[in-house]
């Protein structure tokens, strides 16, 4: 059955007729016959490319049919647009993507396109991983977003840019470069989105530099749900520090001279503004999406009446530059041309293997160690040093989040930072934390080295989806053409004693622990916090990894290990830790004691208790929950034939699920338990330690488990 929009398209072309006699119109400002063509060239490839998607579908060769059909609009932005300005795109973008290939000699961005839509692993961005608009020659960033999670990581690009500027560095683009970051009105909605658009209000409020473009495509539905007639309007037609702009994206002329004007303000003025492009949608929200169920027929018609494609062969016949023939004619020898090339592909070969798809997640960490030296310490003034000593090495580094630079933080962990790398390199950030990522994704594709920090485990959670969904699938889904290094620190894990629940005493990590290609430190003493810390700004600046350090609150100041004043806790700052190398305390031949972070000095407390008692234990610090030292462990299991894990987190979903199967996989044919903390939140005061992992448990259990060999 032939698509409405197609059908529709050929018969009202056909019968335009130039309002003024031929040739009496001259195109407005800019925009010449000549480059109407070129634009509706873009918009017809588009068109062609959704039409294709749906065929290559139909005949079980292709598999993404989110189209950009009556978004064709969007090419009036990138023509307003360099080709050296960074763009971050929503999944409407082909004719934007079009246009923009058309500036950069030696592109052939239609069978990219279709590359992607039959999931082609030569496809050139993301290797038939996903159906992304994305491409380094063409500066735009690949995105999977359909919910505007890209917009923080847009506002910290347009950020990073001028702070760049400001410290005297390089990055990929420009010093007037732009950043354009385009959406949906459904997505407007999000909390994502308003949070970013915030976070820029508030930039421009403080005078800070932020050049951004948000380009909102507004066609009034998300899949099935309407947005209110007038909301973005209001919500951010009067934003102060946010300048509005409002274009018809079915007129051509229209939409081109507010592009223009809206990508010259913000290019001058280094402020946001916010374009808003009214659009259509046609052929619905895919290609399984029945609109007749939720949508009159009245509705559909007006909105093939408003069809971008004919706006513009309207124009086009108007200014004399095509006749309704030539443009029908236009219209099937771009048909013609997509489908030979779709022809071409679409039996290209796929992925073939789990090695070839999650190859640009491989990672070849460092094997080497580097052991500390100097004056004892506590594990945050080894924190403190350490950072301190990275940012007087590495000048493109920034450390941000909140509490950090005038305060010092929370806990003290970065005092000093401020005064020594200058409030340009140090600084705090306004209580987001979708934000605080955001600006360290911008960081990152600048090439920068950004530290930020999360001030609780559990404030991570609302902003999880920026390492999730953005930070370590943009490699993933460019084929590691793109990067965004950052070092993520992270206060967390529970036992702080007079300061106490839900929001302060996290144990959560599942939702770091699932995330592939993450880096997560654990730490527990001062040398390894020192160590690990530097382990992760090498592998973030070498090799682009996202690295998480989660810093265990309550070992922060500690001194001592079994009484005090002894300062067993205490140890020299410096030195590097390899990525996914545990270490071993003793060497008990009863038992081995796995865990990690507060549990370390649980166990070794523990330790010394059992062996009073005749049992002789080693315990093992995992120190790294991804990748987990398997290699290591398996090692120090096999020496004793029994392994307690020590698991501060929870039972469910907690670190020593993975620690268990890792043993089960490999073959351990050993004793195997496990001792955990509940399936609970933390709550407040003494009722903590009724469900939190205690020295007592981690004995108890070493005991039965020793017990159970005799």
């Given at each position: 059955m032939p698509e409405p929009a197609d059908a529709h398209f050929l018969e009202a072309a056909a019968s335009l007729a130039p309002s003024p006699p031929s040739g009496a119109l001259t195109a407005p400002?800019?925009?010449?016959?000549?480059?109407?063509?070129?634009?509706?060239?873009?918009?017809?490839?588009?068109?062609?490319?959704?039409?294709?998607?749906?065929?290559?579908?139909?005949?079980?060769?292709?598999?993404?049919?989110?189209?950009?059909?009556?978004?064709?609009?969007?090419?009036?932005?990138?023509?307003?647009?360099?080709?050296?300005?960074?763009?971050?795109?929503?999944?409407?973008?082909?004719?934007?993507?079009?246009?923009?290939a058309r500036q950069v000699p030696g592109q052939t961005p239609l069978r990219d396109v279709l590359l992607g839509l039959v999931a082609a692993a030569e496809e050139p961005i993301a290797g038939g991983r996903h159906k992304v608009f994305g491409s380094g020659p063409l500066n735009?960033?690949?995105?999977?977003?359909?919910?505007?999670?890209?917009?923080?990581?847009?506002?910290?690009?347009?950020?990073?840019?001028e702070r760049a500027a400001r410290l005297g560095l390089a990055t990929p683009w420009p010093r007037d470069a732009v950043v354009v970051c385009s959406f949906g009105d459904a997505s407007a909605n999000h909390?994502?989105?308003?949070?970013?658009?915030?976070?820029?209000?508030?930039?421009?409020?403080?005078?800070?530099?932020?050049?951004?473009?948000?380009?909102?495509?507004?066609?009034g539905l998300?899949?099935?749900?309407?947005?209110?007639?007038?909301?973005?309007?209001?919500?951010?037609?009067?934003?102060?520090?946010?300048?509005?702009?409002?274009a018809d994206g079915c007129d051509l002329a229209d939409a081109f001279a507010v592009s223009a004007e809206a990508a010259a303000w913000v290019r001058e003025h280094r402020r946001p503004a916010f374009l808003h492009l009214r659009t259509v949608r046609l052929m619905g929200h895919a290609g399984s999406d029945a609109e007749s169920a939720y949508r009159t027929p009245a509705?559909?018609?007006?909105?093939?009446?408003?069809?971008?494609?004919?706006?513009?062969?309207?124009?086009?016949?108007?200014?004399?530059?095509?006749?309704?023939?030539?443009?029908?004619?236009?219209?099937e020898a771009k048909r013609a041309e997509v489908a030979a090339l779709a022809d071409e592909v679409a039996d290209a070969p796929r992925l073939s293997s789990a090695a070839e798809v999650m190859a640009p997640l491989r990672y070849t960490p460092s094997r080497c160690e580097r052991a500390p030296a100097g004056e004892p310490v506590t594990v945050a003034q080894a924190i403190n040093?350490?950072?301190?000593?990275?940012?007087?090495?590495?000048?493109?580094?920034?450390?941000?989040?909140?509490?950090?630079?005038?305060?010092?933080?929370?806990?003290?962990?970065?005092?000093?930072?401020?005064?020594?790398?200058?409030?340009?390199r140090v600084f705090d950030t306004i209580l987001d934390e979708q934000s605080v990522l955001g600006l360290a994704l911008g960081f990152g594709l600048a090439g920068m080295l950004p530290v930020p920090e999360i001030q609780y485990l559990a404030y991570l959670h609302n902003a999880a989806d920026q390492i999730r969904g953005e930070a370590a699938t943009l490699p993933f889904f460019s084929s590691g053409r793109y990067r965004n290094p950052m070092v993520v620190r992270i206060a967390g894990y529970a036992y702080q004693k007079g300061f106490g629940g839900h929001f302060h005493n996290d144990n959560a990590v599942a939702a770091l622990r699932d995330v592939p290609g993450l880096v997560i430190a654990s730490p527990a003493r001062p040398d390894d916090a020192a160590g690990m810390l530097r382990a992760c700004a090498d592998a973030a600046e070498r090799d682009g990894r996202v690295c998480a350090v989660l810093e265990p609150i309550a070992l922060y100041h500690v001194r001592d290990l079994h009484e005090d004043g002894d300062g067993g806790w205490l140890a020299p700052a410096g030195g590097t830790v390899p990525v996914g190398r545990a270490r071993t305390y003793g060497d008990g031949r009863d038992l081995t004691i796995a865990t990690f972070g507060n549990g370390v000095r649980m166990s070794l407390r523990a330790a010394r208790r059992l062996a009073a008692r005749g049992v002789r234990c080693r315990v093992l610090d995992?120190?790294?929950?991804?990748?987990?030292?398997?290699?290591?462990?398996?090692?120090?299991?096999?020496?004793?034939?029994?392994?307690?894990?020590?698991?501060?987190?929870r039972r469910t979903g907690g670190v020593s699920e993975g620690v268990l199967a890792a043993l089960a996989d490999a073959g351990f044919a050993g004793r195997a338990a496990r001792v955990a903390s509940e399936?609970?939140?933390?709550?407040?005061?003494?009722?903590?330690?009724?469900?939190?992992?205690?020295?007592?448990?981690?004995?108890?259990?070493?005991?039965?488990?020793?017990?159970?060999?005799?």
């Open positions: 400002g800019p925009l010449t016959p000549e480059r109407c063509l070129e634009l509706f060239d873009a918009q017809l490839g588009s068109r062609h490319l959704d039409l294709a998607a749906r065929l290559l579908r139909a005949r079980g060769r292709g598999f993404y049919t989110i189209g950009s059909s009556g978004h064709e609009g969007n090419a009036a932005v990138a023509a307003a647009l360099r080709p050296d300005d960074p763009a971050l795109l929503h999944y409407r973008s082909g004719a934007f993507f079009l246009e923009r735009v960033i690949p995105q999977t977003s359909t919910i505007a999670s890209h917009l923080p990581r847009a506002l910290g690009l347009a950020f990073a840019i909390s994502t989105a308003a949070g970013a658009v915030n976070a820029a209000v508030n930039c421009a409020f403080q005078g800070l530099p932020l050049p951004l473009l948000l380009v909102c495509e507004d066609n998300g899949i099935s749900v309407r947005t209110a007639p007038g909301w973005i309007h209001a919500a951010y037609g009067s934003r102060p520090g946010l300048a509005y702009f409002h509705e559909l018609a007006a909105d093939l009446d408003r069809d971008p494609l004919l706006g513009t062969a309207r124009l086009l016949v108007d200014l004399g530059a095509a006749t309704p023939a030539g443009i029908t004619d236009r219209y040093r350490t950072l301190a000593a990275l940012l007087d090495e590495r000048p493109g580094m920034v450390v941000f989040g909140e509490d950090v630079a005038r305060k010092g933080g929370v806990y003290g962990v970065t005092r000093g930072l401020l005064k020594r790398a200058g409030a340009a995992l120190r790294w929950l991804a990748p987990l030292p398997v290699a290591d462990l398996l090692r120090e299991a096999r020496a004793t034939g029994a392994v307690l894990v020590a698991d501060e987190t399936d609970s939140f933390i709550p407040l005061g003494d009722a903590a330690g009724r469900v939190l992992l205690s020295e007592r448990a981690i004995e108890d259990a070493a005991e039965a488990l020793v017990r159970s060999a005799r």
